[in-house]
């Protein structure tokens, strides 16, 4: 199963973009697909999580209130939003899918099954 993120680019500070990611699960049975992120020199972390059932989401504290994750049964992809963006949002970018169920915090290992290849967002100042 590969996954693709795409969207990433170079946006201001205070800007906004959108990622996306497909196929992002539904169609192979997981549980839930989630963002995470690295930048350079730093190890890996969680961002946001939306569950296939019943669309619940669990965020990071760094991104709650500025990122929205969203899924589209129809397309099977899910969608992350990203707005008033600060440079240290700056970092590579993967979706990930999960077929195991977990449920807030526990969604914020890294644990996942499937893993895109990744989408470079840079926030400039």
């Known amino acids: 199963v590969q996954l693709q993120a795409s969207g990433g680019g170079l946006v201001q500070a205070g800007g906004s973009l959108r990622l996306s990611c497909g196929p992002s699960g539904r169609a192979f049975g997981s549980y839930a697909t989630g963002w995470f992120r690295q930048a350079p020199g730093k190890e890996r972390e969680f961002v946001a999580v939306?569950?296939?059932?019943?669309?619940?989401?669990f965020y990071a504290d760094s991104v709650k209130g500025r990122f929205t994750i969203s899924r589209d049964p129809a397309e099977n992809t899910v969608s992350l939003q990203m707005n008033s963006l600060k440079p240290e949002d700056t970092a590579v970018y993967f979706c990930?899918?999960?077929?195991?169920?977990?449920?807030?915090?526990?969604?914020?290992?890294?644990?996942?099954?499937?893993w895109g290849q990744g989408t470079l967002v840079t926030v400039s100042s």
């Open positions: 939306i569950t296939w059932r019943n669309g619940i989401r």
């Open positions: 990930a899918a999960r077929l195991n169920y977990c449920s807030g915090y526990g969604c914020s290992r890294l644990d996942y099954d499937y």
